[in-house]
């Protein structure tokens, strides 16, 4: 059955546009690092602090890929750095796999990112000034892998509700 992936850097919407998308196309939602927190039973920054991130991207890449032989059709939303690890980002092309790259700005991404880095171990400690340098870097290192989704839609100025409404032409 059909897996529309969705990728793209920390805080570019994933998990908010997959779960609006959702309720809009009547295709279950689920959210990788929250499978992967409910498979060991820890939240992402404990599986980083007590594990480490090496540890974190073995159990990543073993969840997308049980959630991509899963028999139902789902709509998965990706930690920012699935497609980076393992080789994953070749499974973005895969049989029935619709794989939409949410590209987000440095800009669009630092100010969502400003106020919601808590949970998010690669970021929580720095500043401001340091999470800028960092975004910039970072998605310049990724964006190779990030392109190699079959789609992308540009999320920068769009409501939640305008994205949701660019993948769902993607998927007609
Ligand atoms: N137009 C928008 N589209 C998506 N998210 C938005 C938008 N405007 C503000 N946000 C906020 O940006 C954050 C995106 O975080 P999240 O969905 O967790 O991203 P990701 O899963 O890609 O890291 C959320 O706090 C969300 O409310
Ligand atoms: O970019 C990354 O490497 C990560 C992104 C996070 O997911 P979000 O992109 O949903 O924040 C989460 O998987 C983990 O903190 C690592
Ligand atoms: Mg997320």
């Keep these: 059955m059909k897996k529309i992936i969705l990728l793209g850097y920390m805080g570019c919407g994933k998990s908010t546009i997959a779960n ?9 939602f689920v959210d990788l690092d929250k499978k992967i927190e409910e498979k060991v039973n820890l939240s992402i920054n404990d599986i980083f602090e ?10 990543e890449h073993e969840v997308f890929i049980e ?6 059709s789902l709509i998965i ?14 499974l973005l092309k895969g049989d029935n796999v619709v794989s939409v790259y949410l590209k987000a700005s440095i800009e669009t991404l630092f100010n969502r ?8 171990p690669l970021i929580a400690d720095k500043s401001d000034e340091e999470m800028k340098e960092f975004i910039a870097k970072h998605l ?10 079959q789609h992308k839609v540009i ?3 769009k409501t939640i509700d305008q994205t ?7 998927l007609a």
């Design 50 to 59: 007590k594990h480490g991130e090496i540890y974190f991207r073995k159990l």
């Design 113 to 120: 990112l400003a106020h919601n880095k808590s949970k998010r």
């Design 67 to 72: 959630l991509l032989n899963s028999p139902d």
């Design 20 to 28: 609006k998308l959702s309720k809009n196309i009547e295709i279950p």
């Design 77 to 90: 939303g990706l930690g920012g750095g699935t497609p980076c690890y393992a080789n994953n980002h070749e």
């Design 155 to 157: 999320v920068d100025d």
């Design 140 to 149: 310049f290192d990724r964006s190779f892998y990030y392109n190699h989704a």
């Design 164 to 170: 949701v409404m660019d993948i769902v032409t993607i």
